[in-house]
C-alpha cells in the first residue's frame, strides 16, 4: 500500500472510532448530556487529525504567463539560495517537490523554471529571480 493510501486509511479508521465510542455509549444507556459533548469532543479532535490525513492539500496554480517557444534557467542560485528557490516554487505553482528543487539548489546544478513563454512573460520570470539574487538565462 501507497503511504497516502495509508494515511487515508488511518484517517477512516480514527472517524470509525470516533463513531464506534458514540455507539457504546448510546447503547450503554448513557444519557444524552454524556454523549452529546463527548461525541462534539470526538468528532471534533478527529476531524482535526484526520482531515489532513484524508484530503490532500490543494497545490496553487502557476502564474498565467503568455505562451511562447523562450525557456527560463536558473544558472547560479546567488547568495540567497532560499529566496530563489522560494521564487522558483511560486512560478512553478508547487508543482515540483520541494526536496527535488532544495537538492538541484544544494548541489548548485541548474534548473529550468519555465518553459513555452513568450518574450515579456520570459523578462517577467527574469526579473522576479534576478531581485531574489539568481544569475538567469533565456534561449
Known amino acids: ?21 458514540l455507539v457504546a455509549l448510546v447503547q450503554l444507556g448513557s444519557p444524552w448530556w454524556v454523549v452529546l459533548p463527548i461525541a462534539f469532543l470526538a468528532w471534533t ?15 496553487p496554480d502557476p502564474p498565467a504567463r503568455d505562451a511562447g517557444d523562450l525557456m527560463v534557467t536558473v544558472t547560479d542560485w546567488g547568495p540567497r539560495r532560499i529566496d530563489v528557490l522560494k521564487a522558483v516554487r511560486a512560478e512553478d505553482g508547487g508543482a515540483r517537490e520541494l526536496s527535488v528543487l532544495s537538492d538541484v539548489m544544494h548541489r548548485g546544478d541548474a534548473l529550468i523554471v519555465r518553459t513555452g513563454l513568450s518574450e515579456a512573460a520570459a523578462h517577467d520570470v527574469v526579473a522576479l529571480l534576478e531581485r531574489q539574487g539568481a544569475t538567469v538565462t533565456v534561449r
Not at 487515508?8 to 463513531?19: M, N, R, V
Not at 479532535?45 to 497545490?59: K, N, V, Y
Open 1 to 21: 500500500m501507497s503511504k497516502r493510501g495509508r494515511e487515508i486509511a488511518t484517517g477512516i479508521a480514527a472517524y470509525a472510532l470516533a463513531i464506534a465510542g
Open 45 to 59: 479532535a478527529t476531524d482535526i487529525f484526520a482531515r489532513p490525513l484524508i484530503l490532500p492539500e490543494r497545490t
